[in-house]
């Protein structure tokens, strides 16, 4: 019968070096990285999707070097909000803060439209796609990214809460593929608007169905079983993990295990994602050394590798996607 089509996006939060939430001291050595990331990428073919930060797109040379890449028609440039330190700064730092969702709808649209200038100035080209940062998307987020002209979002972390981190978000009940982003909003004719398309990370288990697996370990994760660690147990016997399709927390194997359920199961687009200050050792928490680094490359060129073996891979980035779901092509 062939080998099954398989569209893989792969989307890197192009970010500071910093990974606490702060405003000074700000520093994106780890863009210089990419060079290196890129040469991965094209062996395969990959054409990512490089989300940037305020603060990178404000930087000359780290500029020059994504605008090469971009010049050579081998990636897509999108955004990517941290409100904490994307002007204007009218509100105070703190935790829940930095949730873009919890700010004021004329402040995220300002942050938002400072973030887009800046893109622009810098590479000439209005961005299309966008992932909050801390995955703080709200629903008058979506109203601010339709009134900037935004396409696709990446923000949305299936069977993931983060109400515990500032107040954040809550992606429980979301399932992997492509969707309209519902609005409810007064401020705009939803005549004259365009929808955005939500393309959420690619986030599952070992086991199948996802969906029964959840209700499972949601059960599992109540306050009163804690004490048992029954997420641990089955984790290390390797009877229930979730699994990111990400080389930050993910082994290559998991990795693999994840696509392999999805794609028999007819999911066939996969959205790998990772930050790029992991690419420099010591910049944020999943690579402390030279030795990790190097082992994160191996598990990415592994996943790589098995799926350009074993299925009819399309690397396409998320503008791309979303044209094709908009238009009915995928």
Known sequence: MGSPKVILIVTIDVEEDNWEICRSGLTVENVREINRLQVLFDRYGIKPTYLLSYQVALCDWAVN???KILAEGKCEIGAH????NTPPLRESLSERNSMLLNLPYELQKEKLIALTDQIKK?????????RAGRWGLGSETIDALIACDYRVDSSVTPMMSWSDYGDGPKFQGVGIEPYRLPYESDRMNKNDCHFILEVPLSIGFNRWPFE???KIFLGLEKKWLRFLHPIGILYHTKLLRKIWLSPEGSSADEMITLSKLMIKHGKRILNLTFHSNA?????????KNVKELEEFYL???KFLEYLTSNTNLVPLTLSEVGRLLENKKL
């Open 279 to 287: 690419l420099l050792p010591g910049k944020g928490p999943f690579i």
């Open 65 to 67: 070097i994504l605008a």
């Open 299 to 301: 598990k990415l060129e």
């Open 81 to 84: 909000l941290h409100p904490w």
């Open 122 to 130: 810098a590479f000439g080209i209005r961005p299309q796609s966008f």
């Open 212 to 214: 029964f697996w959840q």
